[in-house]
């Protein structure tokens, strides 16, 4: 099972504290990008992450994995930022999460960037029945189930979430499901007892706000199967 630190910072700074900080454990990133609109909280934006990287000379293209979670109403002028960040070789980015309802048309996002893998965001009152109904599932490149409401950390954990992995699984979803939101000692046990288990685990302040950094990833690699 693959930990993926997910970073939802307020600047360009504090991001890249928190990447040279986890660095030495973790070669992948997500990235959270909040507008304040969709969600109730507004993070680093995606033009300031590239002022930033050009005129630091800091190229972190060699080095490191991202994906970004756009919690945001148009995500389509983000996709273009991310583009350029691209174009640019500042940034390797792997995939990019869009909310589920958002999105009018997941095929017509693949084609139109043809060179990202996106993948959909199903929030806690999304049902995948809804999503089932919509797409042909296994079309989806990537799934990625929220824990908590988005946009800010430290909320609740909510256990009916961990549902629609089962329930993905029952469809025959075969590609890569990723669960976001509130992990940490408490709530491992929980998802890690039940039969059907993500693929990855997109872990916030249980890492980004960790005192002790080293024994809560001696924690998580004792606890997790390998990916």
Do not use: W
């Not at 040279?20 to 909040?34: G, H």
């Not at 293209?61 to 970004?68: E, H, L, P, R, V």
């Amino acid at each position: 099972m693959q930990v993926i630190p997910a970073l939802l910072e307020n600047n360009s700074n504090a991001l890249i504290k928190q990447i040279n900080r986890l660095s030495p454990f973790f070669k992948t990133f997500q990235v959270d990008i909040a507008d304040g609109i969709f969600v109730p909280n507004k993070t680093v934006r995606i033009k300031e992450i590239n002022n930033f990287l050009t005129n630091n000379q800091y190229l972190i293209t060699n080095n490191f994995i991202f994906d970004f979670h756009l919690m945001v109403k148009d995500y389509e002028k983000e996709i273009e930022k991310l583009s350029n960040l691209v174009s640019k070789k500042i940034m390797k980015i792997n995939n990019i999460f869009v909310h589920f309802s958002l999105l009018p048309n997941y095929q017509l996002l693949i084609t139109n960037y043809p060179n990202f893998s996106f993948g959909l965001v199903l929030n806690p009152e999304d049902n995948v029945d809804e999503l089932k109904q919509k797409y042909d599932l296994n079309q989806i490149e990537s799934i990625q189930i929220m824990s908590v409401n988005p946009g800010f950390q430290g909320q609740p954990f909510l256990p009916h979430t961990l549902k629609k992995i089962e329930q993905l699984r029952k469809q025959n979803y075969r590609h890569k499901i990723l669960l976001d939101g509130a992990i940490n000692q408490d709530t491992l046990p929980l998802i890690l007892s039940k039969k059907y288990k993500p693929d990855c685990l997109c872990i916030g302040s249980y890492l980004t706000k960790a005192e002790n950094l080293k024994e809560r990833i001696k924690f998580l690699n004792k606890k997790l199967p390998p990916p």
